[in-house]
């Protein structure tokens, strides 16, 4: 008699541990199997959660850990909340936040749009606008820097090519009014390509037949883009702004490798300050409190971002 | 207008979604805003309200 794999699996299953597994119900041995998961979900993600959120009530000190731990109420976020150095980095942090989307949405959907042209090289080209999506942070930090070097960088001999005067008469990293663009430039020039992943995975959905209907119809170019390709695209593009914007908002890499928060603190984002609270001044409470703020900042958007999305898609 | 207040007094879904998602959205807004700082400072009651009014409608009907 020949067995299937899973009737001899069946065979060797011990007899004690067979006739227990049978006497459970279907949702019984789900729920063994699916608990595991659940387990390290708790573990991981809302156990800490929820001790940072019991932490941001207290003035607790890692650093000095046999201390009392004393309940402070809402003290640590009355003293964020009024910080005009916190309301700044918030500033900063808006800033980058709103010019790399803008920016990384406009040059990625135009990249896709000429890549999704089919013409000679374009799996070349598509690769090599890739590229940089598939550097370390920390390299591309470093990368930059040495780019926007002033005396020889070059980054300011191609400006100064265009505009011209001394190369040397600017410094991107070194000027408080030029800092927050330099680092909008790198995580543009980073993060473009996976903008424009998406949106080309978005053009590369819409079937040829609603473009060839348009064109018996007589529509022109420009009314098949803006009736037929942004539409059909707008859901992919909402979903890399959503990417972008999560993951923008905790920046921290690439800012601190490139410029380390300065000049003064006109590139401290809110990721870098926080860092800079919890572990260089050690205040685990305080910091507890600023995490808490930036969670409910972003689990806000993710969710009336998410309700968007769902209702561009049931257009 | 007045279908969005009927939906607020009807405990409606849509209606209390646009309130959850406004409240978030001037409170992301208060937040990052460079102009006032006392709005910064009532920006988070403002998100965080928004937010638990966001997650508790959309338990309601729709």
């Not at chain 1, 909340?81 to 990625?108: C, K, N």
């Not at chain 1, 920390?138 to 011209?164: D, R, S």
Request: charge should be positive.
């Amino acid at each position: 008699m020949v067995y299937t794999p899973i009737e001899k699996l069946a065979q060797a299953t011990p007899q004690p541990m067979a006739q227990k597994v049978r006497g459970l119900s279907d949702r019984a041995i789900a729920w063994i199997f699916v608990a595991p998961s659940i387990f390290l979900l708790l573990a991981v993600n809302i156990f800490p959660l929820i001790w940072t959120i019991r932490l941001s009530f207290t003035n607790f000190k890692v650093n000095r850990a046999n201390r009392d731990i004393e309940f402070i109420g809402l003290r640590n976020y009355e003293r964020i909340l009024t910080d005009s150095d916190i309301w700044m980095t918030m500033q900063a942090t808006a800033h980058f936040l709103i010019w790399t989307i803008v920016l990384q949405v406009l040059i990625g959907f135009a990249l896709a749009y000429l890549i999704n042209m089919k013409f000679k090289g374009n799996d070349l080209w598509t690769t090599i606008i890739v590229l940089p999506m598939m550097l370390s942070p920390a390299v591309v930090g470093n990368f930059w820097t040495f780019l926007y070097q002033p005396q020889i960088g070059l980054f300011n001999y191609v400006v100064t090519f265009f505009t011209g005067g001394d190369p040397s008469s600017f410094s991107m990293i070194g000027d408080v009014h030029l800092a927050p663009w330099a680092i909008v430039i790198a995580d543009t020039w980073m993060w473009t390509p996976f903008v424009m992943l998406i949106c080309l995975a978005g053009l590369r959905s819409i079937p040829d037949s609603i473009y060839e209907a348009a064109e018996c119809d007589r529509a022109s170019k420009w009314r098949q883009f803006w009736t037929i390709t942004v539409p059909m695209v707008l859901p992919f593009l909402m979903l890399a702004v959503l990417f972008r914007g999560i993951e923008n908002f905790k920046m921290f890499d690439l800012v601190v490798q490139l410029t380390g928060g300065g000049p003064g603190n006109t590139t401290t984002l809110t990721s870098i300050d926080l860092k800079r609270e919890a572990f260089e001044k050690w205040r685990t409470g305080y910091s507890s409190a600023y995490a808490v703020i930036l969670f409910v900042t972003v689990f806000g958007l993710a969710s009336i971002y998410v309700k968007a999305l769902n209702k561009v898609k049931e257009r | 207008m007045r279908q969005f207040f009927n939906g607020l007094i009807g405990l409606r879904r849509g209606a209390w979604e646009i309130l959850a998602s406004t409240m978030i959205a001037v409170g992301v807004v208060m937040l990052m805003q460079p102009f006032l700082l006392g709005l910064f400072t009532y920006s988070f009651i403002v998100t965080l309200s928004g937010t638990v009014m966001f997650i508790i409608v959309s338990h309601f009907p729709e």
